[in-house]
């Protein structure tokens, strides 16, 4: 936030320049809501909220939701992208999070989720944030995004179909919504990039049980013929 206000403190850097003191009100309690949204604290209740809404009869999705939850979505979904970019972000972040954990522990402090670099199990905790945060997330704002550009579509197919002299009724243009979904290909990269760390997960076990038998002065199993 504080960077983005020093930018357009610049003349030629300020996009918000033409906004009226009420449009530029709005806006800027929008980005508020939207970098505040997402924080993990609020990650459940937000999904909840969300699926709480578009169960309803007749869904109406606040904007301000909407863009917050696109915005949370994309800050977490990079196991959503293909197995390189992916592997990057999740090491990078875990460097991030092994340097907090090495204050904490120069401080005396517990260590955070996931920052004690000698006892994080990495491909383990992606399988959970796979499982219980991007997949479920990603859902919900692909439910989301249905309800809100289903009618857009449909009134786009009604009006090229008017445009063509053809002839619509009400029930094919309730087909026509119900019919709208959004590509996702996310769901391609999470399943594969799971069944990675799945695979990482077990040969893990294997080394730590190793590991674990040689420390106790046990011979080490050989691998069976």
């Excluded at 009226?20 to 909840?48: G, N, Y």
């Excluded at 709480?52 to 800050?75: F, G, I, R, T």
């Excluded at 293909?82 to 972000?89: S, V």
Aim: aromatic fraction near 6%; hydrophobic fraction near 35%.
């Amino acid at each position: 936030m504080r960077s983005k206000n020093r930018l357009i403190k610049e003349e030629e850097n300020n996009i918000l320049l033409n906004l009226s003191r009420d449009e530029f009100r709005e806006f800027r309690t929008l980005v508020i809501d939207m970098v505040l949204a997402t924080d993990m604290s609020f990650h459940f209740q937000q999904l909840k909220n969300m699926r709480s809404l578009l169960s309803l009869a007749e869904p109406a999705v606040d904007k301000s939701k909407a863009v917050s939850l696109v915005l949370h979505c994309c800050d977490i979904s990079h196991p959503a992208k293909r197995w390189d970019l992916h592997h990057r972000w999740t090491m990078s972040l875990l460097d991030e999070f092994f340097l907090q954990g090495d204050k904490e522990r120069e401080l005396g402090l517990p260590f955070s989720p996931l920052c004690d670099r000698n006892n994080t199990l990495v491909a383990e905790s992606q399988i959970g944030f796979i499982d219980f945060i991007v997949e479920p997330s990603m859902g919900v704002c692909a439910d989301m995004l249905e309800c809100i550009l289903g009618p857009l579509h449909s009134n786009t197919k009604n009006s090229s179909s008017t445009a063509g002299h053809d002839s619509i009724s009400e029930d094919s243009g309730v087909a026509e919504l119900t019919k709208f979904k959004i590509k996702k290909p996310w769901v391609a990269c999470l399943m594969d990039n799971k069944k990675i760390w799945k695979e990482q997960a077990a040969k893990d076990a294997e080394d730590r049980a190793r590991l674990e038998e040689e420390s106790n002065g046990a011979p080490p199993q050989q691998p069976d013929e």
